[in-house]
Nanobody, 123 residues
Framework: HVQLVESGGGSVQAGGSLTLSCTTSPVSYYWAWFRQSPRKEREEVAAIKTSDSTIYYADSVKGRFTISQDNAKKSVHLQMNNLRPEDSAVYYC????????????????????WGQGTQVTVS
């Protein structure tokens, strides 16, 4: 049974920064962050393959968000800078996709394991 635990959400003013973290047990080598705001579908944010550091970003966060792994590869982080009100959502960590590719990572249905989510509010 895979457990993912997110942390680091909160409230911040527009232009501010937050860092989200996600740990998993057992260790995973493929991670992603998704987000979901009310009345919207869950959307992709970023993903990383830790074995070769392949990284993908959604266009909406490119240049503002950075996904990274820790040295032990037991957790990933999402550094979010220059936050906007439209970034407000519940952010979910995901691990272990069924298929890894530049397109498939974007589908939430492709990911097997999920955290409980952490709220990010930008005002």
């Amino acid at each position: 049974h895979v457990q993912l635990v997110e942390s680091g959400g909160g409230s911040v003013q527009a232009g501010g920064s937050l860092t989200l973290s996600c740990t998993t047990s057992p260790v995973s080598y493929y991670w992603a962050w998704f987000r979901q705001s009310p009345r919207k579908e869950r959307e992709e944010v970023a993903a990383i393959k830790t074995s070769d550091s392949t990284i993908y970003y959604a266009d909406s966060v490119k240049g503002r968000f950075t996904i990274s792994q820790d040295n032990a590869k037991k957790s990933v982080h999402l550094q979010m800078n220059n936050l906007r009100p439209e970034d407000s959502a519940v952010y979910y960590c995901a691990a272990n996709p069924r298929t890894w590719s530049a397109t498939r990572w974007r589908s939430s249905e492709n990911w097997r394991d999920w955290g409980q989510g952490t709220q990010v509010t930008v005002s």
